[in-house]
């Protein structure tokens, strides 16, 4: 058990790299990757010179599911990122303060987590006639609750220690108790927290830009290329079968790994 | 036939290495026998290894014996799942984790008992009857009642199934000292009643010394000592033995020093060659290095190439007189008619508390768990409101250098994400002192400088308690509040703090206001003492006033209590 744990690193660490390379430099890896070819059409996977076969517009499957990469990932990074930095501000003073700001925060919190997330990211890009990063900010207000909740706990857990009290009767002020004594402390499980979201945001990110929100036509994305290859599925398989794996696959390792962080700060922490 | 429990060659391997080595362990029927050691020595991996409950990654090795049952401990805990909580019963330290909060306690009582005699009303009873407790309890959750009285029932539920052997870990050491020596005495009667085994595992020489009839003494995984009762530690042959012994600190009288053993306990499997305490032993030589000795000799067993004889002489310990309390001076903080209720419905935690502290004196604060010493500390030091009284300072100089504190648990006392220097040079800054005086500051503490570098996790816990004492007097404060501040810590390193604490107190002027349920410890630091029950002094007086002639019914019953001292 503990060494199948301990191969987790590696088993994800491989897929998420290559990913990474190919959102980094898929301009320099495929650089003709939308490039249209009316004549060739569609042909199935193992075509000579087509890996995966091309879609109805010709283009190479394979080259568009790696310059799909970036759009695919990054946006749910961002959306990470960004609900995390929400939750650590919000969470750390509702935790730490406590009292009216505490309740007023996680009422907030409580409405926004009371709202469907893909429900509403339809309806509000759907209004203002978003594109991709609309869709990406209005995905950081859905996600920042559940992170706002969660720092706030570690916070409180924080507070009750004998060592948030000894800062107290040093007379330290409450910014720096706060953001000097028991951030650091909760930082470690922010960050395995912010992993899982972004395989989630990944999750919800390829979803909405499969229902024709997010990125705008002709732009390469794992969740639109899905869509657009629905009707190819007997004549090319690999269309749909290669961007499906890579969100599986992205989405499943991100979690693994954020899994197993989580884990080891928890082994950590008894240890401690 | 009933020949008692006999363990031999047990070897306990945990993922980092041995955590016992080679422990041989024989029970009669109607015995007692202790097993004493710090943390870290493998009295309780023994237990557990004894019933099957090892934790995930540590295996053991080994025979067992009960009576003609012999079980191969390599076989894996289901070897012994036919003797567990049937013919070997365990009795847990810590009475509220291990009961289970959502069954009544009757049912758990009788839970390992044929399913006719679960229910009957009659047999819970007489279970109930055994161990003092009313009728009632059966129906009760464990929640409902007190701890000694949780216990009590833990007990019924371990003998419920009549074991020959009854393993005791640790099983009074969360009780206050009162509750401790009923529940001690309990087990005595229970066990000559039935004639039973009893295994007692404990960290507290006072009680291996007052009720056992064999004690073996473990350090380090290794067992270094074994003999009759409290012969061990009156005539010690281990340096171990008797380092522990001497650093106990006795009730009778005060020492100018305690002597303490230095150091701290290593883990078992960080010892690769040699006698295992040779690195902290001051008789110990270059055989002692590099040969392990075993364990030799019959009535009386000592591992160790260089044992203390009978005719050595005992080094003489150097009594001092206790402190006179400081009339003259003036006082620092009084505090009058402190009062504090935590719910409308709760009993007061504070009633009508007026206590003074004059500078530079050592004042005691003595009580057991929810007398309220923890909360007037608190409220003094301004962690806690209260609801009504006074507290006037006869100085006037921010809160910082008035009072600090040092807490019970070092571990969660330090800032796990700030190393050592970082901690240190914020308290300075706290109390307008210049952060150069950080490696001064650990040489103050008896730590090297090169710990300022470190993060708490990589220090013991008594050097984390000397970092968290170093922090306490860095604003140079007038008034240093310690909570229990050597009651999670083992018997040896304790010493170490202690002579700490006074030599701090004596160098720098600070008057201490020391809180602690161990009336013995309290001696060694305190000119004066104040009693405290249900969140009320009842007694006060100079130390050894107090000590000698006790008023107080309370104060009476607590120095009863306190086990073989």
């Not at chain 2, 009313?134 to 371990?158: D, H, K, Y």
């Not at chain 2, 409308?344 to 007398?371: H, K, M, N, Q, W």
């Given at each position: 058990?503990?060494?199948?744990?301990?191969?987790?690193?590696?088993?994800?660490?491989?897929?998420?790299?290559?990913?990474?390379?190919?959102?980094?430099?898929?301009?320099?890896?495929?650089?003709n990757?939308?490039?249209?070819?009316?004549?060739?059409?569609?042909?199935?996977?193992?075509?000579?010179?087509?890996?995966?076969?091309?879609?109805?517009?010709?283009?190479?499957?394979?080259?568009?599911?790696?310059?799909?990469?970036?759009?695919?990932?990054?946006?749910?990074?961002?959306?990470?990122?960004?609900?995390?930095?929400?939750?650590?501000?919000l969470?750390t003073?509702?935790?730490?303060?406590?009292?009216?700001?505490?309740?007023?925060?996680?009422?907030?919190?409580?409405?926004?987590?009371?709202?469907?997330?893909t429900?509403?990211?339809?309806?509000?890009?759907?209004?203002?006639?978003?594109?991709?990063?609309?869709?990406?900010?209005?995905?950081?207000?859905?996600?920042?609750?559940?992170?706002?909740?969660?720092?706030?706990?570690?916070?409180?857990?924080?507070?009750?220690?004998?060592?948030?009290?000894?800062?107290?009767?040093?007379?330290?002020?409450?910014?720096?108790?706060?953001?000097?004594?028991?951030?650091?402390?909760?930082?470690?499980?922010?960050?395995?927290?912010?992993?899982?979201?972004?395989?989630?945001?990944?999750?919800?990110?390829?979803?909405?830009?499969?229902?024709?929100?997010?990125?705008?036509?002709?732009?390469?994305?794992?969740?639109?290329?899905?869509?657009?290859?629905r009707?190819?599925?007997?004549?090319?398989?690999?269309?749909?079968?290669?961007?499906?794996?890579?969100?599986?696959?992205?989405?499943?390792?991100?979690?693994?790994?954020?899994?197993?962080?989580?884990?080891?700060?928890?082994?950590?922490?008894?240890?401690? | 036939?009933?020949?008692?429990?006999?363990?031999?060659?047990?070897?306990?391997?945990?993922?980092?290495?041995?955590?016992?080595?080679?422990?041989?362990?024989?029970?009669?029927?109607?015995?007692?026998?202790?097993?004493?050691?710090?943390?870290?020595?493998?009295k309780?991996?023994?237990?557990?290894?004894?019933?099957?409950?090892?934790?995930?990654?540590?295996?053991?090795?080994g025979?067992?014996?009960?009576?003609?049952?012999?079980?191969?401990?390599?076989?894996g805990?289901?070897?012994?799942?036919?003797?567990?909580g049937?013919?070997?019963?365990?009795?847990?330290?810590?009475?509220?984790?291990?009961?289970?909060?959502?069954?009544?306690?009757?049912?758990?009582?009788?839970?390992?008992?044929?399913?006719?005699?679960?229910?009957?009303?009659?047999?819970?009873?007489?279970?109930?009857?055994?161990?003092?407790?009313?009728?009632?309890?059966?129906?009760?959750?464990?929640?409902?009642?007190?701890?000694?009285?949780?216990?009590?029932?833990?007990?019924?539920a371990?003998?419920?199934?009549?074991?020959?052997i009854?393993?005791?870990?640790?099983?009074?050491?969360?009780?206050?000292v009162?509750?401790?020596?009923?529940?001690?005495?309990?087990l005595?009667?229970?066990?000559?009643?039935?004639?039973?085994?009893?295994?007692?595992?404990?960290?507290?020489?006072?009680?291996?010394?007052?009720?056992?009839?064999?004690?073996?003494?473990?350090?380090?995984?290794?067992?270094?000592?074994?003999?009759?009762?409290?012969?061990?530690?009156?005539?010690?042959?281990?340096?171990?033995?008797?380092?522990?012994?001497?650093?106990?600190?006795?009730?009778?009288?005060?020492?100018?020093?305690?002597?303490?053993?230095?150091?701290?306990?290593?883990?078992?499997w960080?010892?690769?060659?040699?006698?295992?305490?040779?690195?902290?032993?001051?008789?110990?030589?270059?055989?002692?290095?590099?040969?392990?000795?075993?364990?030799?000799?019959?009535?009386?067993?000592?591992?160790?190439?260089?044992?203390?004889?009978?005719?050595?002489?005992?080094?003489?310990?150097?009594?001092?007189?206790d402190?006179?309390?400081?009339?003259?001076?003036?006082?620092?903080?009084?505090?009058?008619?402190?009062?504090?209720?935590?719910?409308?419905?709760?009993?007061?935690?504070?009633?009508?508390?007026?206590?003074?502290?004059?500078?530079?004196?050592?004042?005691?604060?003595?009580?057991?768990?929810?007398?309220?010493?923890?909360?007037?500390?608190?409220?003094?030091?301004?962690?806690?409101?209260?609801?009504?009284?006074?507290?006037?300072?006869?100085?006037?100089?921010p809160?910082?250098?008035?009072?600090?504190?040092?807490?019970?648990?070092?571990?969660?006392?330090?800032?796990?994400?700030?190393?050592?220097g970082?901690?240190?040079?914020?308290?300075?800054?706290?109390?307008?002192?210049?952060?150069?005086?950080?490696?001064?500051?650990?040489?103050?503490?008896?730590?090297?400088?090169?710990?300022?570098?470190?993060?708490?996790?990589?220090?013991?816990?008594?050097?984390?308690?000397?970092?968290?004492?170093?922090r306490?007097?860095?604003?140079?404060?007038?008034?240093?509040?310690?909570?229990?501040?050597?009651?999670?810590?083992?018997?040896?390193?304790?010493?170490?703090?202690?002579?700490?604490?006074?030599?701090?107190?004596?160098?720098?002027?600070?008057?201490?206001?020391f809180?602690?349920?161990?009336?013995?410890?309290?001696?060694?630091?305190?000119?004066?003492?104040?009693?405290?029950?249900?969140?009320?002094?009842?007694?006060?007086?100079?130390m050894?006033?107090?000590?000698?002639?006790?008023?107080?019914?309370?104060?009476?019953?607590?120095?009863?209590?306190?086990?073989?001292?």
């Amino acid at each position: 058990m503990t060494t199948r744990r301990s191969l987790i690193p590696f088993v994800t660490g491989i897929p998420l790299s290559i990913i990474a390379i190919f959102v980094l430099a898929s301009r320099w890896i495929v650089p003709n990757a939308t490039q249209q070819d009316i004549m060739t059409g569609v042909t199935a996977p193992g075509t000579a010179g087509h890996l995966f076969g091309t879609d109805q517009l010709g283009r190479d499957i394979g080259q568009l599911a790696i310059a799909g990469a970036s759009s695919a990932v990054v946006g749910p990074i961002v959306i990470a990122l960004g609900s995390m930095m929400i939750g650590i501000l919000l969470g750390t003073f509702a935790g730490y303060m406590g009292g009216w700001l505490d309740l007023l925060l996680s009422k907030y919190a409580d409405l926004l987590l009371a709202l469907p997330t893909t429900l509403v990211a339809l309806v509000v890009t759907g209004l203002i006639d978003g594109g991709y990063w609309v869709t990406v900010l209005v995905l950081i207000m859905l996600f920042s609750p559940t992170d706002i909740r969660m720092i706030r706990g570690s916070v409180i857990a924080q507070t009750g220690r004998p060592y948030i009290e000894s800062a107290k009767v040093l007379g330290l002020s409450r910014r720096r108790i706060m953001f000097r004594h028991i951030l650091p402390n909760v930082l470690p499980v922010a960050f395995s927290t912010m992993l899982l979201n972004v395989a989630f945001a990944l999750v919800s990110m390829s979803a909405l830009s499969f229902l024709g929100l997010g990125v705008g036509p002709g732009v390469p994305d794992w969740g639109r290329q899905l869509s657009d290859s629905r009707d190819l599925i007997d004549r090319n398989w690999g269309s749909v079968v290669l961007p499906a794996m890579l969100i599986i696959i992205t989405a499943a390792a991100i979690n693994l790994l954020g899994d197993w962080l989580q884990d080891r700060f928890e082994q950590r922490a008894v240890q401690r | 036939m009933n020949r008692g429990l006999t363990l031999s060659n047990l070897v306990v391997t945990g993922p980092a290495g041995l955590i016992v080595t080679r422990m041989d362990l024989h029970v009669e029927p109607g015995q007692t026998v202790a097993l004493v050691g710090e943390s870290g020595s493998g009295k309780s991996m023994t237990a557990k290894a004894m019933t099957g409950l090892l934790p995930r990654g540590v295996s053991a090795t080994g025979n067992l014996q009960l009576d003609d049952t012999v079980i191969d401990l390599s076989e894996g805990p289901t070897a012994l799942s036919h003797l567990r909580g049937k013919r070997i019963s365990l009795l847990l330290q810590n009475p509220f984790t291990s009961l289970s909060p959502v069954h009544r306690c009757g049912e758990q009582i009788t839970a390992t008992l044929s399913p006719d005699l679960r229910r009957s009303k009659d047999e819970i009873r007489r279970r109930l009857d055994e161990v003092d407790l009313p009728e009632r309890v059966a129906r009760q959750f464990p929640f409902e009642l007190s701890g000694g009285m949780r216990q009590r029932v833990a007990l019924a539920a371990s003998l419920a199934s009549n074991p020959q052997i009854l393993i005791g870990d640790e099983p009074t050491t969360a009780l206050d000292v009162t509750t401790q020596r009923e529940m001690l005495n309990l087990l005595e009667r229970i066990q000559q009643e039935r004639n039973m085994s009893l295994l007692l595992i404990t960290h507290d020489l006072g009680v291996a010394r007052e009720r056992a009839d064999k004690i073996l003494v473990m350090y380090a995984g290794r067992l270094v000592e074994s003999g009759h009762g409290s012969d061990v530690f009156t005539h010690a042959q281990h340096p171990y033995t008797a380092g522990l012994r001497d650093s106990d600190p006795p009730l009778e009288h005060r020492l100018i020093e305690l002597p303490a053993i230095a150091g701290s306990v290593p883990h078992p499997w960080e010892v690769a060659i040699g006698c295992v305490f040779a690195p902290r032993c001051n008789r110990a030589d270059d055989h002692c290095r590099s040969d392990a000795p075993e364990l030799v000799g019959t009535a009386s067993q000592v591992a160790c190439w260089k044992p203390i004889t009978q005719i050595e002489e005992q080094p003489t310990l150097q009594i001092a007189h206790d402190v006179a309390p400081q009339n003259s001076k003036d006082p620092l903080v009084v505090l009058t008619g402190l009062s504090q209720r935590f719910t409308p419905t709760a009993p007061l935690a504070l009633d009508d508390v007026s206590l003074e502290i004059r500078a530079g004196e050592a004042v005691g604060i003595v009580g057991e768990s929810g007398s309220g010493k923890t909360t007037l500390a608190r409220c003094l030091i301004g962690l806690q409101s209260f609801d009504s009284g006074t507290i006037s300072w006869s100085i006037d100089v921010p809160m910082a250098q008035r009072a600090q504190i040092v807490f019970q648990d070092p571990t969660s006392a330090l800032n796990p994400a700030m190393t050592i220097g970082a901690t240190l040079a914020e308290a300075l800054r706290a109390g307008q002192r210049d952060k150069s005086e950080v490696e001064s500051l650990l040489h103050l503490v008896g730590l090297p400088s090169e710990y300022a570098n470190r993060r708490p996790s990589g220090l013991s816990g008594g050097e984390q308690q000397r970092v968290a004492i170093a922090r306490a007097i860095a604003p140079r404060p007038r008034l240093l509040i310690c909570d229990e501040p050597v009651s999670s810590l083992d018997v040896s390193v304790q010493a170490q703090i202690l002579n700490l604490m006074n030599s701090l107190l004596r160098d720098l002027g600070i008057a201490l206001l020391f809180i602690t349920h161990d009336l013995a410890v309290v001696r060694q630091v305190a000119s004066r003492v104040y009693v405290m029950n249900n969140g009320k002094v009842v007694e006060s007086g100079a130390m050894e006033e107090v000590l000698l002639s006790p008023q107080h019914e309370y104060t009476r019953q607590l120095f009863a209590s306190v086990a073989g001292k």
